[in-house]
């Protein structure tokens, strides 16, 4: 079955920098954008980044631009973020998930997240 499964979450110092990663199986990895999206307590998911099927296009949120980089490895079929200068506001549930865009007329375009991981927790605290 289709699996996403992050890892590389902890506890990290205000300034500090951490990578997540995310393993996926049970489907064609290279044929989906990929995000990271983020959730704390009470507050509804941020998306944070994205990237292409071929990962030569990279999208961040303002919030994390320049400070995150989004990158995978097909042949590993593995997603990573990696996140640099981190802030206490970037505390977070961070997830992995697939992307499929869909266009209309009249509607425009619009993504959905079919397929979410189990997350993984990131904590910045001093």
């Known amino acids: 079955e289709v699996q996403l499964v992050e890892s590389g979450g902890g506890l990290v110092h205000p300034g500090g920098s951490l990578r997540v990663s995310c393993a996926a199986s049970?489907?064609?990895?290279?044929?989906?954008?990929m995000t990271w999206v983020r959730q704390v307590p009470g507050k509804g998911p941020e998306w944070v980044s994205g990237i292409n099927l071929a990962g030569d296009s990279t999208y961040y949120a303002d919030s994390v631009k320049g400070r995150f980089s989004i990158s995978r490895d097909n042949a590993k079929n593995t997603l990573y973020l990696q996140m640099s200068n981190l802030k206490p506001e970037d505390t977070a549930v961070y997830f992995c998930?697939?992307?499929?865009?869909?266009?209309?007329?009249?509607?425009?375009?619009?993504?959905?997240?079919?397929?979410w991981g189990q997350g993984t927790q990131v904590t910045v605290s001093a």
């Open positions: 998930t697939t992307e499929k865009y869909y266009c209309s007329p009249g509607s425009g375009c619009y993504g959905v997240f079919d397929y």
């Open positions: 049970g489907f064609s990895f290279g044929t989906y954008d």
